[in-house]
């Protein structure tokens, strides 16, 4: 049952990433990076992190995505020329995402005992939140990134108030 | 027959989702009629009347007219986007209704009957799925071609957006007065002492504790978060006061001008299936859910196994016919707001007493418990 949640988005999401590459109009992109991220959510709530999963959702697919949308929409951007492509993506970029894939994967598999392994779908049949656990370590041992982060956006708010004040 | 439990587990939920389905539809059907009769009555006119006894078959002969009317499609529209755009409004509409727990508890072999689904996040799963709820009505005036549509829909994503900060930010009392964000537990935190106990009221109740019976503040107070997110559910369900996305004075229909037959159907379900889960949400997490309002001063298997697992739904139902009422009630009485009222109104009044309304209920817990 587990497995098969779990290879259907797997599936969907590698279908859905790859046509984001592919489609010329920016609003079909936009569009599967949301099932992308959907299926990423399902994916999480399957190992056990629901209220990830659920932050996913609402953050990535419900706001961050619609404003993407939301410009596209507002720009009226059209369909992009189809190009053959640089030359260093050709020389550099793909051999370095085969030496990355490749790092992260032999990481995983030399160091899994180290790492720890969630157990596909071990989550979802008792009823354990892990909301408060989340929220302890956030407001214990995690204080200092949570309230730097917050700054940061802070700071990053009162950027665009700035940008998008009117000049007198 | 010998059935596993798996089969059991599986039968049921289709069965569940089916009946949900079916009463779902149903209601949006005679909420449609609601509306029509009861804005008839307060504007002094009969409504639909001539359609089966008091129009009661008047839905039914409405869907028949959507089904058979020509499907028109224009010819400068985004057609796969327009297509799938009334789906993905009706789809999210109608998928946040899978977490509401309609009745107490009441299993058939490890099945809970009264709820397709009892999710440790269920009131985050609400709200991501009304998140996506926005790209329906985003989508159909992008892909018309069309500058009403497009005017509307981006009236509409721009208000959703707004409003939903606000309508997120004032759960939070509720949430953490419950300790939980299942729906489940939400309900129970509430239901000891009957109204008092509710989370938008409260008052002094008497407690069975280990130091016998003693007077104690029950309830949660929750009186200024209810009405935050009663006006940002309003905004968000694109319902008068709030409904510039189809302000038909200014954008013949809003976003969907170009939809007919049943995609335009399919909105105008959307619409009302949005409006009764925003009523079950309410009465979720502020009314108690399917809680007595006279607490326990029944017995509690009063009528027998059978009436007293239907009591605790009709209560149920009963409130969230109320709240469709006020919805039907607002639409008649209020006129609409102009575009830069409703954006000033959601940002610098509801989100900053939702804040407030935080800040004041986790001070008080934290020197209460």
């Known amino acids: 049952m587990q497995l098969a949640l779990f290879i259907i988005f797997a599936v969907l999401c590698v279908v859905f990433a790859l046509n984001f590459l592919f489609q010329r109009h920016p609003i079909n992109s936009a569009l599967s990076l949301i099932v992308v991220m959907m299926s990423l959510a399902v994916i999480y709530w399957t190992l056990g992190a629901e209220f990830l999963a659920a932050a996913q959702v609402i953050v990535y697919s419900g706001a961050v995505m619609v404003l993407f949308t939301f410009v596209i929409m507002l720009l009226n951007a059209g369909e992009e020329e189809r190009t053959r492509g640089s030359k260093i993506a050709y020389i550099v970029g793909i051999p370095g995402v085969i030496a990355v894939f490749a790092l992260l994967a032999y990481t995983f598999v030399h160091e899994h005992s180290t790492l720890g392994m969630a157990h596909l779908g071990g989550h979802l049949n008792n009823g354990v939140s892990n909301l408060e656990e989340v929220s302890r370590i956030l407001f214990t041992d995690m204080l200092l990134p949570f309230e730097v982060t917050s700054i940061l956006i802070l700071v990053a708010i009162l950027g665009a108030v700035v940008l998008a004040r009117k000049e007198h | 027959m010998h059935l596993s439990d798996f089969q059991i587990f599986l039968l049921l939920t289709i069965l569940k989702i089916v009946v949900v389905l079916v009463i779902m539809l149903t209601s949006v059907a005679y909420t449609v009629l609601l509306e029509r009769k009861v804005i008839g009555l307060i504007q002094n006119r009969w409504g639909p009347s001539r359609v089966g006894p008091f129009g009661l078959l008047q839905p039914l002969?409405?869907?028949?007219?959507?089904?058979l009317k020509e499907d028109l499609m224009p010819m400068a529209v985004e057609r796969p986007l327009f297509v799938i755009a009334p789906v993905i409004a009706l789809s999210c509409a109608l998928v946040s209704i899978s977490v509401v727990p309609f009745g107490n508890v009441f299993t058939y072999r490890g099945v809970s009957l009264f709820e397709i689904s009892?999710?440790?996040i269920g009131l985050l799963v609400i709200l991501g799925i009304t998140s996506i709820g926005v790209y329906g009505i985003a989508l159909s005036g992008w892909s018309s071609n069309n500058k009403y549509s497009l005017l509307g829909s981006l009236r509409a994503s721009?208000?959703?957006?707004?409003?939903?900060?606000?309508?997120?930010?004032?759960?939070v009392g509720v949430?953490?007065?419950?300790g939980s964000l299942r729906l489940r537990d939400i309900v129970d935190s509430q239901s000891a002492h009957g109204a008092l106990s509710w989370n938008i009221f409260g008052g002094p109740a008497r407690v069975h504790g280990a130091g016998g019976t003693t007077w104690a503040i029950v309830g949660g107070f929750q009186i200024l978060g209810f009405f935050i997110y009663l006006m940002a559910a309003y905004a968000e369900t694109n319902r008068a006061p709030f409904d510039l996305p189809e302000a038909e004075s200014e954008l013949v229909a809003g976003y969907h001008t170009e939809y007919s037959s049943?995609?335009?159907?399919?909105?105008?379900?959307?619409?009302?299936?949005?409006m009764i889960t925003v009523s079950c949400v309410a009465t979720l997490l502020f009314f108690g859910g399917a809680s007595s309002p006279l607490g326990h001063l029944l017995p509690d298997?009063?009528?027998?196994?059978?009436?007293?697992?239907?009591f605790p739904i009709l209560w149920f139902v009963f409130?969230?016919?109320?709240?469709?009422f006020l919805y039907i009630w607002v639409r008649s009485t209020l006129p609409r707001f102009r575009y830069d009222q409703l954006m000033s109104f959601g940002w610098k009044f509801l989100l900053p007493a939702?804040?407030?309304?935080?800040v004041l209920t986790s001070l008080v817990l934290a020197f209460h418990g």
């Open chain 2, 175 to 178: 949430v953490l007065r419950a």
């Open chain 2, 319 to 324: 409130k969230v016919f109320c709240f469709l």
């Open chain 2, 301 to 310: 298997n009063f009528g027998g196994t059978f009436l007293s697992a239907i």
């Open chain 2, 262 to 274: 049943m995609k335009f159907a399919m909105f105008f379900m959307a619409e009302y299936a949005n």
């Open chain 2, 61 to 67: 002969v409405d869907g028949i007219k959507l089904f």
């Open chain 2, 354 to 358: 939702a804040m407030l309304n935080i």
């Open chain 2, 118 to 120: 009892d999710i440790n």
């Open chain 2, 158 to 171: 721009a208000q959703l957006i707004s409003y939903e900060l606000a309508l997120g930010l004032s759960l």
